[in-house]
DNA sequence: ATATCTAATGTTATACCATAACAGTCAAGG
DNA sequence: CCTTGACTGTTATGGTATAACATTAGATAT
């Protein structure tokens, strides 16, 4: 994590600190109720963390947070609520950053896109249904069987464009 | 790596242990000079390597064989070789797998997408126009200036599919 | 040829990421 | 109550990756 990003806070993430936040948890809420699992409190915690963050964060940072609030502290906990959170739709792995960050738009369903930005370690879900359907022509084509897929994109965003301009 | 994919050799990879390698190579030397790099031994012998695995294979499988070889033993030798290949388009990294593999197609100018088999963990190479082209889609529609991407399927791969049928 | 400069290799050391295995706890249903 | 299964916590360990620096080998210009 380079304080770089954590210097410029005021890029693209579309989640953070905001009455949004709080939306976004009460849909987790339904959406674990609605398939019958628990959002535990180290798992809720978890999630807020990643909602508050405006980078993804790695398991370790999530972790330090939460053994400071009293939970537990060894990696496990950390990497189980976060497997956790992406098994149910709730939060997303970034491969590219070996880190994680909440769904923006849990409920639905979807397939999302990550696009990354470089200079500001900046997040952002966007939506990929037309990737998507491509992707799966092309696994069909190939005789694969698609089961799920990770898409990372790598780039400048918007607010980062503007500011190297 | 699980023991499971080096049993199961008969999967998809598509360039291993045949005159395809050498025509690879071949190419790799061509695409290197043209671009005034030096294919070394240390990166040659990589590549090598990775064409003659039937699955992707990670830094330090590498560096094992290469360290056998009379090559450094230590671990940034097989990562600056990796790192090489993969900057010059001749390898790719499977962020899924922490693991690389030779680039099917050097040469051409290709955005590739990958198929990865979850039961023999064979990696395919599939052509991506379309889902590169939806994606830049995407991102120009978030404001997002795409430099490079990584898209990666999970699933069965049409021989473990019958497999298991 | 040889001095010089740069790229590449090799080494040590260390940091970071992730999971296996087991022990204790807690809530729900019999 | 007591059992059962899911959850949390711990210890321990394994796998992945890079920083920093010393050394060597290739290219270039005199």
Not at 16 to 30: H, K, R, V, W
Request: hydrophobic share 45%; with cysteine.
């Amino acid at each position: 994590m380079t304080d770089h990003a954590a210097a410029s806070s005021f890029c693209c993430a579309d989640h953070s600190g905001t009455a949004n936040a709080q939306a976004i948890l009460t849909q987790a809420e339904d959406r674990a109720k609605a398939r019958g699992v628990r959002l535990t409190p180290v798992r809720r915690r978890t999630l807020e963390i990643l909602l508050q963050a405006h980078v993804a964060l790695g398991a370790y940072d999530v972790l330090e947070r939460l053994g400071a609030e009293g939970f537990g502290s060894q990696p496990p906990v950390a990497y189980r609520a976060l497997n956790f959170l992406v098994e149910h739709g709730l939060a997303h792995r970034i491969r590219r950053l070996n880190a994680f960050t909440a769904c923006a738009h849990p409920g639905e369903e979807h397939r999302a896109a990550f696009l990354i930005c470089e200079a500001c370690d900046s997040v952002t879900e966007a939506p990929a249904r037309l990737v998507s359907d491509a992707l799966a022509l092309a696994a069909a084509e190939a005789g694969f069987r698609l089961e799920r897929a990770t898409i990372e994109a790598v780039g400048l965003c918007a607010a980062c464009q503007r500011a190297s301009a």
